[in-house]
């Protein structure tokens, strides 16, 4: 129900956006998050974004590069990542809350997407 999209292997340096689509409910009401996986470290939340477009702090590794939006009549969420460093490097995830929440646990999170890799070389 939750699709990812838009990673790829990048320089360091650059930029991605990355794609969250929505699809077999409507997740206009939902708060919309980023998590992201390095390889051998735990899932880390990056940011969240409510139905109204409010948003939670970003992670400090990404705070000032990244930007999450949304698009609620194209139930999409998307993340745009710039100055990308190696250190973002990642399975990058979406989420969904059915309540509302702008909370940074996991656990809060109803919906998740596949993932998708971004790879950032130096």
């Known amino acids: 129900q939750l699709q990812a999209c838009g990673g790829g292997l990048v320089q360091g340096g650059d930029s991605l956006r990355l794609s969250c689509a929505a699809s077999?409910?409507?997740?206009?009401?939902?708060?919309m998050a980023w998590f992201r996986q390095a390889p051998g470290k735990e899932r880390e939340f990056v940011v969240a974004?409510?139905?109204?477009?409010?948003?939670?702090p970003y992670a400090d590794s990404v705070k000032g590069r990244f930007t999450i939006s949304r698009d609620n009549a194209k139930n999409t969420v998307y993340l745009q990542m710039n100055r990308l460093k190696p250190e973002d490097t990642a399975v990058y995830y979406c989420?969904?809350?059915?309540?509302?929440?702008?909370?940074?646990?996991?656990?809060?999170?109803?919906?998740w997407g596949q993932g998708t890799l971004v790879t950032v070389s130096s």
């Open positions: 077999g409910r409507t997740f206009s009401s939902y708060t």
């Open positions: 974004i409510s139905w109204t477009g409010g948003r939670s």
């Open positions: 989420a969904a809350d059915q309540y509302g929440r702008l909370s940074g646990s996991n656990r809060y999170y109803d919906y």
